[in-house]
């Protein structure tokens, strides 16, 4: 097919006023705010993360809002995703440069009014970062948004050619609270009312327990897919990673052995990883062993958890935590392991380090502005004093802001050691103090009384 073909069944709306992409009535998640923050500004915007988290969604919802304001030429999208000619610099130049002389009919120069260009799995193309700032620097009304499944797609090279011209934002699989939204819009969660928390508590685990296994990518919502189906779809979702990839970008000698290392974490997320240990009985050395597990962050399919020490430059060569950027690839796994690693994954979004600590077992450090904050996972159905005691024994020797257990549905503040259950740690309104973000409440007043006046002001209103 030849490419103004092409690019003109990817933009009907040129052509027919009516149109607007499908995409615009469907749930926006919080990322779609965030782009929208930075669409006015000069900044090269890039969506990166899974396959099948809803990039290209948020991408088309973000085209949908400007065609809905009559900037429907201003609009250019293209995907290449799908696209089966030669997979050159010189396409991408060839691309945008139609949109210019045949759509616009303007050289780049002449063009003065702000133009939005999409870009679609845009890490198809070698060296696409260059041609980007060929325009980039042409014209200041020149807005790029483009889209990538391999965080290749924003380092090295690309960090090199666009340094400060960049923002990324990454999308993560579904958050419990926009499974829940999603799934049953109008159950809400009263977390200010204990007896409310306490009669559903049920519930909410029900619903919890089958998102960690089954409910963290739009479309198998969107499709109201069974269980059955839901997991030949994460299967299809790994293989195109696996098969296509990741064999793509990497070089990789020994599939079988890659293959092993996804199979073990999917079995129980959350071990300990010892490269040397690995290698030694599979027989291979351990930079590759490294290079694999590498290779692996990279296409967004597991995270490495580094020991906390004093020393982070050494974290890489030191103990890791292996987890599945989402729970849903391991569906057999443990409930208790899954809720580890989506503990993990949420913690990641709100702290700029999360560690684990190998010596006091302590689940997960979590650190910001240098202060430490602790999480113990304990998904069970009882809790006592025993399950405190590596946070106990971690506070002898260490400083800490504030400590929580993880819990299946056990809910108190009162104590030294705030309990949460994981289900509900998305919706805590003290959360936005305790879990990094803001200013840190705890060294002001007791979290008691601030939920108590959270409460009394919730009431008024």
């Not at 391999?150 to 993560?172: H, P, V, Y």
């Not at 993880?406 to 805590?428: M, R, V």
Request: hydrophobic content about 40%; aromatic content about 14%; proline content about 4%.
């Amino acid at each position: 097919m030849e490419i103004d073909t092409l690019i003109g069944e990817q933009n009907p709306q040129w052509s027919d006023e009516k149109y607007l992409p499908v995409e615009n009535s469907w749930f926006k998640r919080g990322a779609y705010s965030e782009v929208n923050h930075w669409l006015d500004k000069r900044f090269i915007i890039t969506l990166t993360g899974l396959r099948r988290v809803g990039k290209s969604t948020i991408l088309r919802q973000i085209m949908s809002n400007l065609i809905l304001k009559g900037k429907r030429k201003e609009c250019f999208y293209f995907s290449f995703e799908k696209f089966q000619a030669k997979r050159d610099p010189e396409i991408l130049k060839r691309i945008i440069q139609y949109y210019f002389d045949f759509v616009l009919i303007k050289k780049s120069y002449q063009i003065s009014e702000k133009i939005y260009i999409f870009l679609d799995e845009v890490q198809y193309i070698p060296y696409w970062q260059d041609v980007i700032k060929f325009f980039y620097d042409q014209n200041e009304n020149f807005k790029f948004i483009v889209t990538g499944s391999n965080s290749l797609f924003i380092q090295k090279k690309s960090l090199e050619s666009l340094a400060g011209r960049i923002i990324d934002i990454k999308i993560t699989p579904l958050l419990f609270k926009e499974y829940l939204s999603l799934v049953n819009p109008d159950y809400k969660i009263d977390i200010k009312n204990d007896l409310w928390i306490s009669a559903n508590k049920n519930i909410i685990n029900g619903y919890f327990e089958k998102y960690l296994r089954f409910g963290q990518f739009p479309e198998a919502i969107y499709q109201k897919l069974n269980n059955s189906d839901t997991k030949k779809y994460l299967e299809s979702i790994e293989n195109k990673i696996t098969q296509e990839d990741l064999p793509k970008t990497f070089t990789i000698e020994h599939p079988q052995i890659l293959m092993a290392i996804i199979n073990q974490i999917k079995k129980q997320p959350g071990q300990i990883i010892e490269y040397q240990n690995i290698a030694s009985q599979v027989g291979l050395d351990q930079r590759t062993l490294a290079n694999y597990f590498g290779y692996l962050e990279k296409v967004f399919l597991i995270s490495l958890c580094y020991n906390f020490g004093k020393k982070p430059i050494k974290a890489p060569r030191i103990s890791k935590k292996a987890y599945l950027v989402s729970s849903n690839f391991a569906t057999e796994a443990p409930m208790p392991s899954l809720v580890e690693n989506y503990i993990f994954n949420y913690l990641k979004i709100k702290f700029p380090g999360v560690y684990f600590n190998k010596d006091k077992e302590i689940d997960f450090i979590a650190v910001k502005d240098e202060k430490n904050y602790l999480f113990e996972v304990k998904y069970q159905n009882e809790i006592n004093s025993s399950d405190s005691k590596n946070i106990k024994a971690f506070l002898k020797v260490n400083k800490a802001v504030k400590s929580f257990l993880i819990t299946k549905d056990k809910f108190d503040l009162k104590k030294p050691i705030d309990q949460i259950p994981a289900s509900l740690i998305e919706f805590l309104p003290i959360a936005r103090f305790s879990l990094g973000l803001g200013k840190n409440i705890w060294n002001r007043i007791d979290a008691i009384e601030y939920v108590k006046k959270e409460r009394e002001s919730w009431d008024k209103k």
